[in-house]
C-alpha cells in the first residue's frame, strides 16, 4: 500500500480547534523514513494533540495528514495498524504480568499464535526482559516499564513508532539504554517520532521540529537549524570562555566592542562575536581589563540556543504584526 | 463482520485475567446479594398478621367474649392490651403501640338477646394503608359472618350464594414465594451493573483505554470482550441465588429451571450493557458509582417488585416499559409460580435482548466518536 518512497510521515497545513482555541495552527512538516524525528516545545504547545492527529484519535479540523502513506481522514484504522504507540504514563496493566501484558497487546493486533511467540522472543531478547517475565507489571521499576510499554508498541513489527514523552521521569540510566535501544531499532529501518522536553535528546534526533504555542517555529537537522542565520547572523561567530569568576567575565564581556551578546552558562560565558574579532584580540581584550587569564574556544550554538533565540524572534515578530 | 468485532478475544482474555487477579474482590462482590437475599427474604412478608390489638370490653359477659375469641383466632388480630375506659382505648391507638381498638359496649349482650341489633366499635389506625385495609375487610367479614350464623340459627336453609375463592400457584399466600422472584431479579441487576460499570472509566484513569484506540482493535469488539466474562460471572450469581431461593427458602419453581436460566441470559445482558454505557459517560470511578445507584431505585419501584404496575398512574405505567428489571420480573415470576413456559414469555425475553443491544450500540457510537477523548 505505502509505497517506499514515501515519506513516514507527511503533515499538511494540519489544524485542530477546540472550541475557540486553537491548539494547533497550520502545521506542516515531513519525516522520512528511518529518522528518529524529534519534536519539542514547552508543555501545552500542541505535541501530545498533533500525535493524537497523526494517530487517528483526534479529528483534524483542518488540513491532511498521511502516515506511512495511508491518509488519516479516510483510513485511520488503516493508520493504527500500521503504527505503534506509547502514551506519556506507560499505559500498562498493572496487574498482568509482563507475559500477559505482552500477549494481551500481540492479540488486539491478530498476531498468529507462533508468530506472537516469534515476537515474544525477539522483544525479550531486544529488551531484555527475561528475568522479569512473570513478574507484575506493577512491581517494575519506572525504566523497565518503560520498555515493556515499548515492546508493547512494537510487537505487531510497525515500521513508525510513536513516543510520547518516552523518559519522562526515568533515571539517567534507563534513559541513556532507552536511546541506545532507539538507534538500533533506527538502524533496522524503523521510524520514530519522539517528543521529549530534553534537550540533549533532541540533540541525538536525525531531525527536529520546534512546536510553539500551535505553530512549528524550526524544522530540520540539528545541524542545518544552527547554521540558521536567525542564530548565526551572518559575519557573527560563537566562542566559549572559562574562567574562575564568570560574573566578572560576564560583566567584562558586555563592555568589549564587537561582543554583540553574553550569556552565563555554568561555570562559562558563551558570547556571540563580529567576525571582526578574532580570539587573540579577545584574549588580549580580556587579559588588559584586570588581568583576566581566561580559556577561550570556538562553539557551535546549542539546540537551546537555537530554540531560544528562535521563540524570542517568533514573538518579536508576532509583537510586531500586532503593533 | 468478523471485523466489526475486532479485539474481542484479545479482551476477554485480558478481562479474564483481571478477574482472576482480583478474585477477593470478586467473591465478595458475589457473597453480598446472597447475604441481602437472606436478609430480605427473612425479613419482609407481605402477608399482615398479628395486628397488635387494644381491647375495652365494656360488657364482659359470655357473647362479648365469644366475639373477641373469634377476633384473635382470625389470626389477624394480636389482642395486646385489655383497657377499662375510651381514653385508654384512645391513647394506646395515638401511641403507636396498638393499630386497632376494639370497643364492646355495655349492652352489647343485651341487643343481641333482643334481636335489636348489636353495635361494636372498631377504631383503626390509618397510617399504613395497608394494616387498615386488612382490619376492615377481616372485622367486617367477622361482622357478616357472626350474623349470619345467628339470623341462621333457627331454620335449616343453606347460604344462598356460596363464593368459593382459590388462589392460583401460591396457594398458601407465603410471602417469600411471591416475593423473592422479584428480589432475585434486583439483586441481579445491582451486582451486574455494578461489575461493568467499573471496567471502562478504570482504564480511563488508568490512561489504558487511550492505548487501546490506537489499536485497531473495534468498538464492538472492545465493549463484548469486556461483556461477556461478567456475562459468566452474572449467571454464576443466578445460580446461586435460585438455589439460596429452593432450598433455603423453600420457594417452589414450578416452570423449567432450564428455561429460566436461558431467559436470564438477555437480562443480565441488558444490566451488562447498562454498566457499560455508565462506564462510558462516567468520568471517575465514584461517578459511576453514583450513576449506577440512578438507575438502581427505578428498577426498584416501577418494575412491580414492589408496587404492582397496573395500579400506577399512567405516566410511571408507561414508564415502567422502559424498565428492564419488569420484563424479568414477569419472566421470574412466570416460571417460578406459574409454570409458564416459552410460548409466554418469548415477548419479554426478546425486548430485553434489544434493550441490550440498543444500549451497547449507543455505548459503542460513543467509542466511535471518540467523544470519550475529549
Given amino acids: ?323 | 463482520m468478523r471485523d466489526l468485532f475486532r479485539g474481542f478475544s484479545a479482551v476477554f482474555y485480558k478481562e479474564a485475567l483481571h478477574v482472576r487477579r482480583d478474585f477477593s474482590t470478586l467473591f465478595f462482590s458475589l457473597i453480598i446479594p446472597i447475604l441481602q437475599m437472606f436478609l430480605l427474604g427473612f425479613a419482609i412478608d407481605t402477608n399482615i398478621r398479628q395486628i397488635n390489638t387494644v381491647v375495652f370490653n365494656a360488657d364482659g359477659r359470655r357473647e362479648s367474649r365469644e366475639l373477641l375469641d373469634r377476633l384473635k383466632n382470625s389470626d389477624t388480630f394480636h389482642l395486646v392490651r385489655y383497657v377499662n375506659n375510651d381514653r385508654d382505648l384512645n391513647d394506646a391507638i395515638i401511641s403507636g403501640s396498638c393499630r386497632v381498638g376494639i370497643k364492646i359496649p355495655v349492652d352489647y349482650s343485651d341487643h343481641l338477646l333482643h334481636k335489636t341489633g348489636a353495635q361494636v366499635l372498631v377504631l383503626i389506625d390509618g397510617s399504613d394503608s395497608s394494616v387498615a385495609g386488612q382490619a376492615i375487610n377481616v372485622t367486617t367479614a367477622i361482622g357478616l359472618d357472626e350474623s349470619l350464623r345467628r339470623v341462621l340459627a333457627n331454620s335449616s336453609a343453606a347460604f344462598a350464594v356460596d363464593m368459593r375463592p382459590k388462589i392460583l400457584f401460591n396457594p398458601d399466600s407465603r410471602s417469600p414465594n411471591f416475593f423473592l422472584p422479584g428480589l432475585l431479579a434486583v439483586l441481579l441487576l445491582n451486582v451486574t451493573t455494578f461489575l461493568t460499570a467499573f471496567s471502562i472509566v478504570r482504564e480511563k484513569e488508568r490512561g489504558t483505554l487511550e492505548q487501546l484506540f490506537v489499536t485497531p482493535v473495534r468498538p464492538m469488539g472492545l465493549l463484548l470482550g469486556k461483556l461477556l466474562p461478567y456475562l459468566f460471572i452474572g449467571f454464576w450469581e443466578l445460580l446461586m441465588l435460585l438455589f439460596a431461593m429452593r432450598f433455603i427458602f423453600q420457594v417452589p419453581i414450578h416452570g423449567s429451571v432450564l428455561l429460566l436460566a436461558f431467559l436470564s441470559l438477555p437480562y443480565l445482558f441488558v444490566s451488562l450493557s447498562l454498566g457499560i454505557l455508565i462506564s462510558s459517560k462516567a468520568t471517575s470511578q465514584a461517578n459511576a458509582m453514583q450513576l449506577a445507584f440512578i438507575t438502581i431505585l427505578p428498577s426498584i419501584f416501577f418494575s412491580g417488585y414492589i408496587f404492582p404496575r397496573e395500579t400506577m398512574p399512567k405516566f410511571f405505567y408507561i414508564l415502567s416499559y422502559f424498565v428492564p428489571a419488569a420484563y424479568y420480573i414477569n419472566i421470574t415470576r412466570g416460571i417460578i409460580l406459574r409454570g409458564a413456559g416459552w410460548v409466554h414469555l418469548w415477548s419479554d425475553a426478546l425486548v430485553l435482548f434489544l434493550m441490550g443491544t440498543v444500549l451497547l450500540i449507543i455505548a459503542a457510537r460513543r467509542f466511535q466518536n471518540k467523544v470519550i477523548m475529549a
Avoid at chain 1, 27 to 47: A, D, R, T, Y
Avoid at chain 1, 106 to 111: A, D, E, F, K, M
Avoid at chain 1, 293 to 316: G, M, Q, Y
Fill in chain 1, 1 to 323: 500500500m505505502a509505497a517506499s518512497d514515501q515519506p513516514a510521515i507527511s503533515a499538511q497545513h494540519l489544524v485542530r480547534r477546540f472550541g475557540a482555541f486553537t491548539a494547533v495552527n497550520d502545521v506542516s512538516f515531513q519525516v522520512e523514513k528511518g529518522e528518529i524525528f524529534g519534536f519539542l516545545g514547552p508543555n501545552g504547545s500542541g505535541k501530545t494533540t498533533v500525535i493524537k492527529m497523526l494517530t487517528g484519535l483526534l479529528p483534524l479540523s483542518g488540513g491532511d495528514a498521511a502516515v506511512q502513506g495511508i491518509d488519516v481522514r479516510k483510513d485511520s484504522e488503516g493508520v493504527r495498524e500500521n503504527i505503534g504507540y506509547m502514551s506519556q504514563n506507560f499505559s500498562l496493566y498493572t496487574d498482568l504480568t509482563v507475559t500477559e501484558n505482552l500477549t494481551f497487546y500481540g492479540r488486539i493486533y491478530g498476531l498468529s499464535p507462533e508468530r506472537l511467540k516469534k515476537r515474544l522472543d525477539e522483544i525479550v531478547q531486544l529488551n531484555g526482559l527475561g528475568p522479569y517475565l512473570n513478574h507484575l507489571a506493577a512491581e517494575l521499576s519506572g525504566g523497565w516499564k518503560q520498555r515493556l510499554a515499548l515492546g508493547c508498541a512494537m510487537l505487531h513489527e510497525p515500521k513508525l513508532i510513536f513516543l510520547d514523552e518516552p523518559t519522562a521521569g526515568i533515571d539517567p540510566v534507563a534513559r541513556r539504554q532507552l536511546w541506545d535501544l532507539l538507534f538500533e531499532l533506527s538502524a533496522h529501518g524503523i521510524t520514530f517520532f519522539v517528543t521529549t522536553h530534553y534537550m540533549d535528546e533532541a540533540e541525538r534526533c536525525s531531525h527536529v521540529a520546534y512546536i510553539y504555542f500551535g505553530k512549528v517555529i524550526a524544522d530540520g537537522t540539528p545541524d542545518a537549524l544552527r547554521e540558521l542565520p536567525e542564530v548565526r547572523p551572518v559575519g557573527t561567530y560563537r566562542v566559549e570562555i572559562t574562567a574562575p569568576h564568570v560574573t566578572h567575565v560576564l560583566r567584562i564581556a558586555r563592555t568589549i566592542p564587537g561582543i554583540r551578546s553574553a550569556t552565563i552558562f555554568g561555570q562559562s560565558v558563551h558570547v556571540l562575536i563580529d567576525d571582526t574579532l578574532d580570539l587573540d584580540q579577545l584574549r588580549a581584550q580580556l587579559l588588559e581589563h584586570d588581568h583576566v587569564v581566561a580559556e577561550i574556544r570556538p562553539l557551535a550554538p546549542s539546540l537551546e540556543d537555537v530554540f531560544v533565540e528562535l521563540t524570542s524572534k517568533h514573538l518579536a515578530a508576532q509583537e510586531a504584526s500586532r503593533a
